[in-house]
C-alpha cells in the first residue's frame, strides 16, 4: 500500500469525496459519533463514510482483536479511520483495539493538542498550549509478558533506534511546521540507562539537525510534576508510548477536561483519529456525553485529508459556543456557563455558528502544512551493521528454598568451559557474592556467566544450561551477552 502525501491528498480533496472508516462504538461511542458527523457535514465536509462493526459487540463473537478480518480492507482501502471510543470486555484473552490497530498499520505518531480554553472551561492554566507526541508502536505495549514463577511475571520493554527515530523526527517535523519554537524528550534514562537512554540519544542526535528549535530533555518524573505546575513553559512534548499515554491524559485534564481533547494517530500508511476518552457505558443513551473530543479528531482529520478550510470553519465555530457559554454537563460552571445542553443540542449549536469565529478566545486556520509530508514518511538514517560478539549469558532460574549462598554453591561447579559465574541477583538487585543479608529476595534469580577474554560460543552456551540443568536447578529463560562494536550490549544492574 503506498503511502498518501500531501500533494495527492489535496488532488482528492478537489475531485472529490474522500473515504473515511467510521466506526461507532461502544457506550456514548454512536451517540457522539452521531454528533461529529453531523457537524462535519453541515461544514461542507468532502467525505465519503464507511461503518465497520468494532469493539464490544465484535469481541462477543469471539473475535479477540474487537475488530472482524474484513474491517481490515475497509481500512486498507480508506487509509482514514475515525474511531468513537470502544468498550474492552473485562477478563483475559481480549486485546486492545488501539493498540492492535495503531500497531497494525503502522500508526507510529499519537499527537494530542492540550489547550485551555480559559476563562470558558475550568483550568488552573490560562496559557496552557501543549502537544504531546506519543510513540505508538513500542516500549512496554509491545505486550510481550510471561509469568515465569510462582511470586514473579515480566514484562519485556522494546525500544528500537527506527523507532526512536521516527517519532524524534515526526516531533521536530511538526514543531515546525505549526510554528512551535521548543521540542522537550521526556524519559527515565538515569535508570533504564539503554532503553530510554537510546531515547534520548535518538533525540539529541535528530535534534542536532534542527538548530532553529529549542531542545530540552527532562527525568520523567520531574518533567511530569513540572508539567502539572507550569504547563506553559512547554510547546511540544516527545515521549515513549506508556510515559505518553500516561501524560497525555494528565495535559489534557489539567487544561481543563479530558473530554475535549482529540488525538491524531499517523503512520506512513494511513491515521486514525479518536477521542481520548473512554466509551463510558454509564453514561450512554442519556444524550448527555460532551462530543467535544471526537469532534476536535474530527477536525484533525479534516486536515490530514486536505480540506484546511472545513477544519477551520468547524474549530473555529466550536470556539464560538465555548465561549459562548453552552456547555455539555461535565464542564458545566455557573459562573461562566450560560445553557447546559446536551450531546445533539450541543452539536446543533456548532453547526448554528459555522461561518463564525470566536470574539475572545483565539480564532485557529490551517493550511496544508497540517498533512504530513509523505503520509507519515519520514527517512531513517542508514548506520553501519556493529561488530557483534558474544561475551556470556544471564541465566534465569526459578528456585524457592535457596538462599544466595545456596543456590551459588549450586552453581559452581557449572561454570566451565570458558563461562564462569560471575553474579546472582535478585530482581536486579546482586545478591552474590557479597550480598547484603537485608535484601529480600524472590523465587527468581538471574545467575550471570561470562568469558574472561576470548569470545564465547553458542556451543559454550548450550554446554553450560545442560550442566545447569544437570544440577538439578529449573531454568525459566536465558539471554546473551553481547558488546557491540567492544561496548556492553547489556546493563550491570543495581549494586553491582
Known sequence: MPPIDSAARADQATQGPIPITVAYGDGIGPEIMAATLMVLDAAGSRLETETIESGEKVYRQGISAGIAPESWDSLRRTRVFLKAPITTPQGGGFKSLNV?????????????????????????????????????????????????????????????RPGCEKIVRYAFEYARRHGRGKVTCFTKDNIMKMSDGLFRRVFEEVGAEYPDLEQEHWIVDI?????????????????????????????????????????????????????????????????????SGLLLAGVMMLAHVGQPEVAARVH??????????????????????????????????????????????KAVTYGAA????????????????????LVGVD???????????????????????????????????KVWPEGLPETFCTDHWRCRFTTRGAAATNQQVIALLQRVHDAGLEIIKTENLYTFDGEPGFSMGQGQ
Open 100 to 160: 492492535t490497530v495503531r500497531k497494525s498499520l503502522g500508526l507510529y505518531a499519537n499527537v494530542r493538542p492540550c489547550v485551555a480554553y480559559a476563562p470558558f472551561v475550568a483550568t488552573r492554566h490560562p496559557g496552557m498550549d501543549v502537544v504531546i507526541v506519543r510513540e505508538n508502536e513500542e516500549d512496554l505495549y509491545a505486550g510481550i509478558e510471561h509469568r515465569q514463577t510462582d511470586e514473579v511475571v515480566q514484562c519485556l520493554k522494546l525500544i528500537s
Open 316 to 361: 473555529n465555530a466550536w470556539l464560538r459556543t465555548i465561549e459562548e457559554g453552552i456547555h455539555t454537563y461535565d464542564v458545566f460552571d455557573p459562573a461562566v456557563s450560560r445553557q447546559q445542553v446536551g450531546t445533539q443540542a450541543f452539536a446543533q449549536a456548532v453547526t448554528d455558528r459555522l461561518g463564525q469565529e470566536p470574539d475572545s478566545l
Open 395 to 429: 541465566v534465569f532460574l526459578h528456585e524457592a528454598d535457596r538462599s544466595p549462598d545456596e543456590l551459588g554453591a549450586a552453581l559452581h561447579g557449572t561454570g566451565d568451559d570458558g563461562l564462569r559465574l560471575e553474579m546472582i541477583s535478585n530482581r536486579g538487585t
Open 223 to 291: 518533567g511530569a510534576a513540572k508539567l502539572a505546575d507550569t504547563p506553559e513553559a512547554f510547546d511540544v512534548i516527545v515521549m515513549p508510548n506508556l510515559y505518553g499515554d500516561i501524560l497525555s491524559d494528565v495535559a489534557a485534564q489539567i487544561a481543563g477536561s479530558v473530554g475535549l481533547a482529540g488525538s491524531a494517530n499517523i503512520g506512513e500508511h494511513g491515521a486514525m483519529f479518536e477521542a481520548i476518552h473512554g466509551s463510558a457505558p454509564r453514561r450512554a443513551g442519556q444524550d448527555i456525553a460532551n462530543p
Open 370 to 389: 497540517e498533512s504530513q509530508p509523505g503520509g507519515g514518511r519520514l527517512g531513517l538514517s542508514a548506520r553501519p551493521r556493529a561488530r557483534k560478539e
